[in-house]
C-alpha cells in the first residue's frame, strides 16, 4: 500500500529535505502541503521546487483533508502553530508525525489520550536523526552511574525554541535514574542571571545559538576525577530524513501517542 503524506512547513529548510524524501520513496505519496499563508497553488510555484512538483498547497488543514486524503501529516513547522495542527489531524483520522518541539506536559497528555480515543497512530521527536536518539540514550545509561550532569545544545541563529526539544527529552530520560539534586556549591551565586543555564531537577542545561550551526549536543557526566562526554552533531538535515522515512511508517501501524524515536528503532 502506497502511503499518502502531507507535509507541513514544506517551504523551511527541514521541510524541503523531506518533500525531497518522499518524492523519491516509491512506497510512498506526497499528495498535498500545509502553509501558513498564501504562497500558490502548488510546490513548483514557491519557486522552491522543481516545476514537475505539482503537489497542491492549502493554508487550511481541513479542506486539504477534503481534498487530498493523506494518510499522514508530517509537521516541521513551528511551536506556534503545532499543538493545533496536531490536535486537529487527529481529530479528523490523519496520523501526525512531528518533528517540531514546543510541547507543553499538558499539551502531549492531552493529544496522548485523543490518540487512544480516537485510535488514531501519533509519532512525535523531538529528534528524527538515530545517532542523536542513541545519544540519549547512552546518556540516560551513563547517568545511573555518574549522576552529576550539564547538557549544553547548540542549533542554528533561526530556532525558536530554547532549551531544544532533544536537550528536554535528554534530560526527562536521565531522571527517570538521578536523584533530584543540586549541582555546584551549595553557596554558589549568578554575578550574571542564566550564567548557570535551565535548571531541571538540579541538572543544568545550556542553548547556544549560532549562525553556521544545525544541530549539536554534548552531555557532560562528571566524577571524582573523572569526566564522560557523549556528543552527537547533526551537519545537515538529511541526517533526519531516515527517522522521518521510520517515522512515516511506523505510525501506520501504531494506534497510540509515541514520544521519542527511541521507541521505534530497532
Do not use: W
Not at 487512544?116 to 545509561?141: H, R, S, W, Y
Not at 526539544?165 to 550574571?192: C, D, F, N, W, Y
Not at 543555564?197 to 547556544?208: C, F, K
Amino acid at each position: 500500500m502506497t502511503i499518502r503524506v502531507a507535509i507541513a512547513g514544506a517551504r523551511g529548510k527541514m521541510g524541503q529535505e523531506a518533500v525531497h524524501t518522499v518524492m523519491k520513496n516509491t512506497d510512498m505519496e506526497l499528495v498535498a502541503a500545509l502553509d501558513y499563508k498564501e504562497i500558490g497553488a502548488t510546490l513548483a510555484e514557491t519557486g522552491l521546487f522543481p516545476e514537475g512538483y505539482t503537489v497542491p498547497v492549502f493554508t487550511d488543514l481541513n479542506k486539504l483533508h477534503a481534498q487530498t486524503r493523506p494518510d499522514v501529516l508530517v509537521d516541521l513547522t513551528s511551536p506556534e502553530s503545532v499543538y493545533t495542527h496536531t490536535k486537529t489531524a487527529l481529530e479528523l483520522k490523519i496520523r501526525p508525525v512531528v518533528g517540531t518541539t514546543g510541547f507543553s506536559d499538558e499539551e502531549l497528555e492531552e493529544l496522548a489520550q485523543l490518540a487512544k480515543d480516537t485510535k488514531v497512530g501519533c509519532i512525535i521527536a523531538p529528534n528524527f536523526a538515530v545517532g542523536a536518539v542513541l545519544m540519549m540514550k547512552f546518556a540516560e545509561q551513563a547517568a545511573k552511574y555518574l549522576p552529576d550532569v550539564e547538557i549544553i545544545e547548540m542549533h542554528h541563529d533561526q530556532k525558536l525554541d530554547a532549551p531544544s526539544g532533544t536537550a528536554m527529552k535528554t534530560a526527562h530520560l536521565i531522571s527517570a535514574h538521578r536523584p533530584v539534586h543540586e549541582q555546584g556549591h551549595v553557596r554558589e551565586k549568578e554575578t550574571l542571571p542564566g550564567a548557570r543555564g535551565a535548571n531541571y531537577d538540579g541538572m543544568r542545561i545550556h542553548s547556544v545559538r549560532l549562525p553556521g550551526l544545525v544541530a549539536h549536543q554534548q552531555v557532560l557526566l562528571g566524577g571524582k576525577g573523572q569526566l564522560l562526554t557523549v556528543r552527537h552533531d547533526s551537519f545537515n538535515r538529511g541526517s533526519f530524513m531516515s527517522g522521518i522515512v521510520l517515522s512515516i511508517n511506523t505510525v501506520m501501524e501504531t494506534e497510540e501517542l509515541i514520544y521519542g524515536l527511541e521507541h521505534i528503532i530497532r
